[in-house]
């Protein structure tokens, strides 16, 4: 039984996504945010104070993307490309792309917005400029990001997505990344998490 450490809306929905994709047995431990102030006692267990993190045993694991590639590869998913499979690279890159290159331009605009009207026009730009590449790789009208299929990539970078909509960043979604984000939040996974799971509360 893995030990999900969660907190609202936080990257945590990646890992309950993946977890309800795989059919993975896990118990969630809501906590609240920021985990730092309210839960001094997480620091133990994660010294970043960020969630989510998974313990499953001995392994305690405090990255969402780390944590989702666990859990995927645990239950022999598909979820996951094996290097020597045809769209690996991209697989490789978009995955981390989600987190590292498209993620942030939403945080500013959560963390900054409101103190100044540059910083919230400058993450805007920055976050239209990043959608291109989700733009680009849907060009040939494929359903998901790579692979042929659906996988961690996909989950990657919809979260994001699903994440930008809360800041009507979604305005700026080209018609193929909006009808794509459609196809991602139909899948009953992700209407578990986001309708049932995290609805109201994590
Ligand atoms: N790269 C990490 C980032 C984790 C992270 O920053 N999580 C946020 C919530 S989405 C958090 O816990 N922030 C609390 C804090 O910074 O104190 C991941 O993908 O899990």
């Known amino acids: 039984m893995l030990t999900i450490y969660a907190t609202a809306a936080s990257r945590s929905r990646r890992v309950l996504w993946t977890c309800e994709e795989v059919g993975a047995a896990y118990e ?58 045809p769209g690996y690279s991209d697989y490789l890159n978009l995955l981390l792309f989600g987190e590292a290159t498209l993620l942030p331009p939403v945080v500013w605009t959560r963390r900054f917005g409101r103190f100044a009207d540059e910083a919230l026009e400058e993450a805007r730009e920055t976050f239209a400029v990043r959608l291109g590449v989700v733009d680009r790789a849907l060009a040939d009208g494929r359903e998901f990001l790579t692979a042929g299929r659906f996988t961690l990539a996909d989950i990657s970078v919809g979260f994001t997505l699903g994440l930008s909509r809360l800041y009507g960043l979604d305005r700026l979604f080209p018609p193929a990344v909006a009808a794509y984000y459609d196809r991602l939040a139909a899948r009953p996974a992700h209407r578990r998490v986001y309708l049932e799971l995290t609805a109201e509360k994590i």
């Open 28 to 85: 969630v431990v809501e906590l609240a945010f920021p985990p730092k102030v309210h839960h001094p006692d997480f620091l133990a267990l994660n010294p970043a104070g960020t969630v989510p993190t998974m313990v499953d045993g001995e392994v305690c694991l405090t990255e969402s993307l780390a944590i989702c590639d666990y859990v995927a590869r645990r239950h022999g998913s598909d979820l996951v490309v094996a290097p020597d499979a």
